[in-house]
């Protein structure tokens, strides 16, 4: 080593200096726009890291998960008390020790949280991985989590794989909240498989950490559309889709079994065999699949400018009990309607002008049309979302509901049995037949239209209002936007936003401040 | 040469159609296809009240005007056709084959009623439609007669006696056999009893050359006898019976008369009252009915048009009072509150 270096000496004299250079591991691109959005979007973010503390702390700062204002609570066990005890070497006292100082600061912490209250002053949360593995233990862990959720960002410096599955692991089941892990290297994995839902970004540091995750995406700004757009449409669809499932089925359902009332309980059902076991595959099927794959309620575009609409997933705003009771309650409204109706108008009185009376076919023939009709345009009217997708399946199945009775009716009848001819023979020639579907179509749908219409003006829902500022184009006026947009009461503590807000604030102060000293004066 | 110009245009069509489709495909993928987001707004709404008013009021009305043209008769007789000793034993009446059981109705034409004048047989409480009673039937022996053996869905009407019934069920069993001939002023009225069942039951469910054969011959008479020497294709009684009613209360059709009948008259219906529907106290109704160009005589259809029809109008006035009152909110996020003390 004195060798090399006394050579070195001798050598390196009388040089001239060219330049210097740096290596700098640069964020990705759109990583605080697109932490922006997440925060706006009422979502936490906590970064775990093995980097060292300082790294750490600029890179909050460069992805506006630090600002300059936040107050930071650091908690690390770098006080020369605890460096002299190292030193020494006695295991015991050292644990005994670092623990102690850990609970110290996290208790601190919490007193300064408490004492700050209900100000809009954000707390930062920085610890590193020696403070961690005591935080982490079991008498600890609960007060930590505490002080943990009461910041607005946390970020664990030097941490390793094991300490980043723990965190996440303590948040998952602390909170009882969904958790999202992100990341790239394979010192991710453990983090990614104990989350809730595991995201692992492909690319520089190979691809251990997309072979273990739940999503795999290219860069961390896709995180953004993966989870405003669809996560919101993902869970838009499937709560339509589970709804307007058990709707169909109700009505379905109901009308055979207030049929079985007339027939003294004794399970004869109201339509022939191939027609009740053809409905949920033929008829009315593939509307719902095509809303719940393809259905947007708003634009990709709104949803990135209205980051707030991911809470309604958060909050379970459309699978609420009362919704999914309305939409039973909506089937069952309308297999009564649908039943009594046809029941009434084709009682026994003939029904058609060459004297035919209305038998067991004819009745389930015309109820049988009635709910393909009304479930499908049901289906019309509950979506805001027509491609050529849509309007195919729509009225694609009411018509392959009227093309099944004729091939079906002109089978042989030792096959279609009660269903032979009853179309063309019986129910196309009767007028009453075509008023009565008419009407009772209509009818059904009537009360579905007046809650819709009354909902849509009075009280529309958050995405139903985004709808309106699309239709009535002031989707590009920003002062309409921003009036929408603060009408949300969840302060953003994390971003840049945030930034320029707080700055805002800190120049009305300055202002507030300037005016009373002129007033005072 | 004429090849190679060939391959040529058609390498130029190509990428041209593929772009077409790669667009199309493209936009399927991304989820960007063009799509049309209609929006509920009160103008539509309050159009589309107004619209369901102004198409339904007037149908309610032509549907009522066409209910009202048809004219019909209504007349229960199967308490008053029993002879007065009998009354407080119906049953013994009605199962005694020795009374000869015929009984003559009166039934007086209001207005003028135009031929073909329908005539029915109404029964209710009557439960055509139990799934027992459904089954009971063998859809392939009326086809082919008995060559067809594998009636066992017939059960217990599937045999006597150890030979086959043709046909077989207690559909076939229990058949109405009331009879009914009509007279006005002691003269008969033409009658037409043909064409009165479906047109394809008579051609393609029920064979022409199945005969009844050993049909009710058991200890227990359910309904008529079938004539053994006339096909089932021709019984058309019995296929407008085998049809299986719908509810409770049904009417099944009997014939045509074929005459006019004027306000005033006195129709004298000779019938036989045969049918037992007392051990379940059943009601047994005769009917004279015309038909208009909708069908019979039912005020419901119209009824409810008008009322939705003048609903609708009702509901789209109040809407639109509504909606000038209150101007629109901009939004309700109070959903969103709850976020603060999470």
Redesign the interface.
């Given at each position: 080593e004195a060798l090399i270096d006394e050579i070195t000496d001798k050598m390196e004299r009388d040089l001239i200096l060219l330049g210097a250079t740096a290596v700098e591991d640069k964020l990705q691109n759109g990583v605080p726009e697109c932490i922006d959005k997440l925060a706006q979007a009422g979502i936490k973010i906590w970064v775990l890291t093995g980097d060292k503390m300082e790294t750490a702390i600029n890179i909050g700062f460069a992805s506006s998960l630090l600002r300059q204002e936040m107050k930071q609570i650091i908690i690390n066990l770098e006080t020369p008390h605890i460096k002299s005890l190292e030193k020494s070497g006695i295991k015991d006292e050292i644990e005994l020790a670092s623990r102690e100082s850990v609970v110290k600061q996290i208790e601190e912490g919490r007193a300064l949280l408490a004492a700050s209250g209900a100000s809009s002053e954000a707390f930062a949360l920085i610890i590193d991985g020696k403070s961690l593995t005591y935080a982490l233990e079991d008498e600890i862990k609960k007060t930590f989590l505490d002080l943990a959720t009461g910041c607005a960002s946390v970020i664990c410096c030097r941490s390793s794989p094991k300490q980043k599955a723990l965190v996440t692991r303590l948040v998952k089941s602390g909170t009882g909240k969904t958790t999202l892990a992100i990341g790239d290297g394979a010192n991710d994995v453990g983090m990614l498989q104990e989350a809730d839902i595991g995201v692992g970004i492909s690319g520089v540091e190979g691809m251990q950490a997309v072979m273990s995750s739940d999503i795999a995406i290219a860069q961390f700004r896709y995180l953004e559309r993966l989870l405003l757009v669809h996560g919101h449409w993902c869970y838009s669809r499937i709560s339509s889709m589970i709804c307007y499932f058990f709707y169909k089925n109700i009505t379905f359902g109901v009308t055979i079994f207030l049929y079985e009332a007339y027939t003294s309980f004794s399970a004869q059902p109201a339509y022939n065999d191939w027609f009740l076991s053809l409905f949920n595959v033929f008829f009315s099927s593939l509307p719902v699949i095509a809303l719940g794959v393809f259905d947007q309620d708003v634009s990709a575009r709104f949803c990135y400018k209205f980051p707030l609409l991911y809470q309604e997933g958060v909050q379970n705003i459309l699978f609420s009990w009362k919704r999914i009771i309305g939409w039973m309650f909506n089937g069952f409204i309308s297999a009564l309607a649908i039943f009594f109706l046809c029941k009434e108008s084709l009682k026994h009185q003939l029904f058609d002008p060459n004297g035919k009376t209305a038998g067991w076919e004819v009745l389930g023939g015309t109820m049988y049309t009635c709910i393909v009709w009304v479930v499908n345009l049901q289906m019309a009217l509950s979506i805001s979302y027509f491609t050529w997708i849509q309007h195919i399946v729509i009225w694609g199945s009411i018509a392959l509901w009227y093309i099944f009775l004729m091939i079906y009716g002109a089978m042989s009848p030792s096959f279609s049995t009660d269903a032979y001819m009853v179309f063309l023979e019986a129910l196309a020639p009767a007028p009453s037949y075509w008023l009565t579907t008419l009407f009772v179509m209509i009818f059904a749908l009537i009360p579905y239209f007046i809650y819709k219409s009354v909902q849509m003006r009075f009280f529309p829902v958050y995405h139903q209002m985004i709808q309106w500022i699309r239709y009535e184009g002031h989707s590009n006026d920003p002062e309409f936007v921003e009036m929408v947009r603060q009408r949300s009461i969840r302060p953003t503590t994390v971003g840049y936003t945030a930034r320029r807000a707080a700055s805002v604030r800190r120049e009305d102060r300055f202002y507030d401040q300037f005016h009373n000293d002129l007033v005072a004066f | 040469m004429m090849e190679v110009e060939g391959s040529n245009t058609s390498m130029n069509r190509s990428p041209q159609s593929s772009f077409v489709r790669s667009k199309a495909l493209y936009q399927f993928k991304q989820?960007?296809?063009?799509?049309?987001?209609?929006?509920?707004?009160?103008t539509s709404?309050i159009t589309?009240f107004m619209l369901?008013g102004f198409v339904?009021i007037p149908?309610g009305f032509v549907?009522l005007r066409a209910s009202r043209d048809?004219i019909?008769i209504v007349d229960r007789y199967d308490v008053e056709c029993i002879p007065e000793e009998y009354r407080t034993n119906k049953l013994s009446y009605i199962t005694d084959s020795s009374i000869l059981k015929n009984c003559t109705r009166y039934l007086k034409v209001q207005k003028f009623m135009k031929a073909?004048i329908?005539i029915?047989y109404?029964l209710d409480n009557y439960?055509q439609?139990?799934?027992?009673y459904?089954k009971s039937r063998s859809?392939?022996q009326l086809?082919h007669g008995q060559e067809y053996s594998h009636t066992s869905a017939c059960e217990p009407e599937e045999s006597s006696n150890g030979l086959p019934i043709v046909p077989c069920g207690l559909i076939a069993w229990s058949m109405f056999n009331d009879t009914f001939t009509f007279t006005r002023e002691s003269a008969k009225l033409k009658v037409s009893r043909s064409n009165?069942a479906?047109?394809?039951d008579r051609e393609?469910?029920f064979g022409k050359d199945v005969y009844p054969f050993n049909f009710q011959n058991g200890s227990l008479i359910g309904g008529a006898k079938l004539d053994p020497k006339v096909p089932l294709s021709d019984q058309e009684d019995f296929i407008v019976w085998m049809?299986?009613?719908?509810?409770?209360?049904?009417?099944?059709?009997y014939g045509?008369i074929e005459e006019d009948l004027e306000p005033g008259n006195v129709v004298v219906v000779n019938l036989m009252n045969n049918y037992n529907t007392y051990s379940f106290s059943g009601q047994k109704k005769l009917i004279l009915?015309t038909?208009?160009?909708?069908?019979?005589?039912?005020d419901?259809?119209g009824i409810?048009?008008l009322v939705?029809g003048a609903s609708?109008i009702i509901?789209s006035i109040i809407?639109m009072l509504?909606?000038l009152k209150?101007p629109?909110p901009?939004?309700?996020?109070s959903?969103?509150?709850?976020?603060?003390s999470s």
């Open positions: - | 989820q960007k296809l063009p799509a049309c987001k209609p929006v509920l707004t009160p709404v589309v369901m339904f149908i549907t048809a019909e073909p329908f029915y109404q439960y439609n139990h799934r027992r459904v859809d392939q086809l009165i479906w047109k394809s393609h469910k049809r299986a009613a719908a509810l409770l209360s049904f009417r099944k059709l045509r009915s038909s208009s160009w909708l069908g019979g005589r039912n419901f259809l409810t048009y939705v609708s509901i809407f509504l909606h209150n629109r901009y939004g309700d996020n959903w969103n509150k709850k976020s603060l």
